[in-house]
């Protein structure tokens, strides 16, 4: 299958050239000659051509040099960390199972609780053989048959079965997210099925997936916000029936082009700021924003999901009601790994880190472990290249603030926020109204191939759905326990929330 970013519209990098340089690099020698501009390809020439509006080109890209009036950048000043490939997708790496030991400038010990990485890839592991033992049995894909089919009745409620499998999307430690199809009306979700018998191990998340049904089931009016029709459970698993997001992860787009233009990032950041704003309002902390959990739609246009680690405040005595040690460690704020009491500013510097991450190819706190990467963040300043611009790194400044009561209050400042010049390519007015042309335009030919997902996930095989073979069943002995944790787990969304969402395009086949 072809990437879906062969063809994607992209504008990750423009730039004005800067002075010649005298001094010939070793790479520029074994390169040969530059080539004049009327000898670049077209798409040579769409990512060379200046543009004022943003900046030089990033100097770690490229070694510029004038050749009478025309130039083009060739890549040799790569500093050692760009060396690197991207880093590979933390979707494993939230911090909530093991510890370690780590400590701030005063030389506090803190235990720091983080996933076992080992543990959440063995059940990946055990999924896969399990799933691929059944597919190598019956060669094709199985569906749930136990029940006599029956008319359809779009009043009655949901049933797990009235959903086919057609391709997984995604994959965690505890289920993983499949593109599923209503066998009678054809409209297309994401379902998100977490194993019960995983789930009642650790009660924290137990506690954790309860909450994020109820958070998704109260944000249901934004934009940039997934939206939840509906949540369902059997003997084996949980299910919350969601939007279906057809554009694929900006860690996708991100892990093929390094990083995007201070254009380009604008766009996103300010998205994920709305978003962030909304959920705020009503007392929501998110504690897990990076660029794998935000989507991208059929438009190009931000929709953050995965609400796994999102808290609602249950109470309006104060500002700071999270105290977990909880979040993917890249982007978790200071006082989240001190284990100090914290709020929605968490979120905020969290954005800051994405932000950087988007225009240098890496969050700005990095390691080879865990513990490395805690320790900067508690310790380190972040540091800027030299090709960052002033109106870029003012608003990181803003962000990445170790003092918490010194960071960027965005909810109380938001007015200020929008006027920062770095968002001066747009007004946010005409973001809201979707005005604005995306940077990216994810190429979508048929919704049921999910051309724009991880191939990893997407070429996967299917065993079963619903009242299927894989998962551990739980026992008749536990079952009154069982029926106590996830009471009250269905949800169905209301009929007019049903009416206008699911007769969007977003739903259907193109």
């Not at 798409?43 to 543009?51: A, Q, Y």
């Not at 100097?59 to 060396?83: A, C, F, H, M």
């Not at 079965?161 to 057609?166: E, G, P, R, T, V």
């Not at 998340?205 to 029709?229: W, Y």
Request: charged share 25%.
């Amino acid at each position: 299958m072809n990437s879906p970013l062969s063809t994607a519209t992209t504008t990750f990098f423009s730039a004005t050239p800067p002075a010649s340089k005298s001094r010939t690099s070793e790479h520029d020698r074994e390169m040969g000659p530059i080539p004049s501009f009327s000898q670049l390809t077209m798409d040579e020439r769409v990512t060379s051509e200046p543009d004022p509006l943003s900046g030089p080109i990033p100097e770690r890209l490229e070694r510029v040099k004038s050749n009478g009036n025309s130039w083009t950048p060739t890549y040799s000043n790569i500093q050692s960390q760009d060396e690197r490939p991207r880093r590979r997708s933390s979707i494993l790496r939230r911090m909530s199972i093991g510890s370690i030991q780590s400590s701030d400038n005063s030389g506090t010990q803190l235990k720091i609780d983080l996933a076992s990485v080992e543990y959440e890839h063995a059940m990946i592991e055990e999924n896969g053989e399990e799933e691929e033992e059944n597919d190598q049995e019956t060669g094709e894909l199985k569906f749930n048959d136990n029940e006599e089919e029956e008319g359809y009745d779009k009043d009655r409620p949901p049933k797990i079965s009235d959903f086919k499998a057609i391709k997984v999307l995604g994959q965690g430690a505890y289920g993983k997210v499949v593109l599923v199809q209503n066998k009678y009306t054809g409209l297309l979700f994401a379902q998100k099925e977490l194993k019960k018998a995983s789930i009642i191990v650790d009660g924290k998340t137990a506690e954790r997936t309860k909450s994020e049904r109820d958070i998704l089931a109260s944000v249901t009016e934004h934009q940039n916000i997934v939206k939840l029709f509906y949540a369902l459970h059997d003997s084996r698993k949980l299910y919350l029936i969601l939007e279906y997001i057809p554009g694929g992860e900006l860690f996708q787009y991100l892990a093929k082009e390094r990083f995007l233009s201070e254009r380009s990032a604008s766009f996103y950041v300010a998205q994920m700021a709305l978003a962030l704003k909304h959920l705020h309002g009503l007392g929501i902390v998110y504690r897990d924003l990076k660029p794998e959990n935000c989507l991208l739609d059929k438009d190009g246009y931000l929709v953050l999901t995965d609400f796994g680690l999102a808290k609602q405040s249950t109470t309006q005595d104060s500002e700071n009601w999270c105290n977990s040690i909880i979040g993917t460690p890249e982007y978790c704020s200071p006082e989240v790994l001190r284990g100090e009491d914290y709020g929605t500013k968490t979120d905020w510097w969290s954005l800051g880190c994405v932000m950087y991450d988007m225009l240098t190819g890496a969050p700005p706190f990095t390691g080879n472990n865990h513990k490395d990467i805690i320790d900067k963040i508690l310790k380190k300043k972040p540091k800027y290249p030299n090709y960052i611009t002033s109106d870029a790194k003012g608003l990181l400044n803003k962000l990445i603030n170790k003092n918490v009561h010194k960071r960027f209050d965005v909810d109380n400042q938001w007015q200020k926020f929008t006027k920062m010049t770095f968002f001066r390519y747009f007004k946010f007015t005409d973001l809201i109204n979707r005005r604005v042309e995306p940077p990216i335009k994810p190429t979508i030919t048929d919704l049921q191939k999910a051309e724009n997902f991880d191939e990893r996930f997407t070429n996967m095989k299917l065993s079963s759905l619903g009242a299927s073979q894989s998962g551990i069943p739980i026992s008749s002995a536990s079952t009154a326990n069982t029926e106590d944790i996830f009471s009250g787990f269905s949800y169905t969304a209301s009929a007019s929330f049903l009416d206008t969402y699911l007769s969007s395009e977003s739903t259907l086949n193109l």
